[in-house]
């Protein structure tokens, strides 16, 4: 019974062990670079940004992205991609099955590509564009 036992408290940390690398492998690559911000009165805040990426890779310096099989990038914006890339440079962009990129404005991008340049863009299925 206790020999039993062991082996089959052996075999789970290995089951355990093994997907943990398993998870690991497929993780991806993320990098987060934060700068502080100071406020007039002289105080100095920090805001929390990150990265994180899943199957993908994410990238972000002051703002947040986040990658699950696709690449994101953000620089003081959002970048979302779920299968498929988003880019965001001072705005948001949500990429899922598509493409996203979003300057100074708003992106998403369902099953197609969305561009904005300083307005909205919104595509399904299909393509679109917005400019200020």
């Known amino acids: 019974m206790e020999e039993s036992m062991r082996s089959s408290i052996a075999k789970l940390t290995t089951a355990t062990f093994l997907t943990g690398l398993a998870l690991f492998g497929t993780a991806g690559t993320a990098a987060a670079h934060e700068h502080g911000h100071h406020h007039e009165h002289g105080h100095h805040h920090e805001h929390p940004h990150g990265a994180i ?8 310096i002051d703002g947040d992205a986040v990658a699950v099989e696709g690449d994101a990038w953000a620089v003081h914006g959002n970048a979302l991609a779920v299968d498929g890339d988003a880019v965001a440079l001072d705005g948001s962009a ?10 100074g404005g708003d992106a998403l991008a369902v099953e197609g590509d969305a561009g904005s340049h300083g307005g909205s863009a919104l595509a399904v299925d299909g393509d679109a564009f917005s400019a200020e």
Request: aromatic share 12%.
């Open 53 to 60: 990426a899943f199957g993908g890779d994410s990238v972000a």
């Open 94 to 103: 949500a990429a899922l099955g598509g493409d996203a990129w979003a300057t």
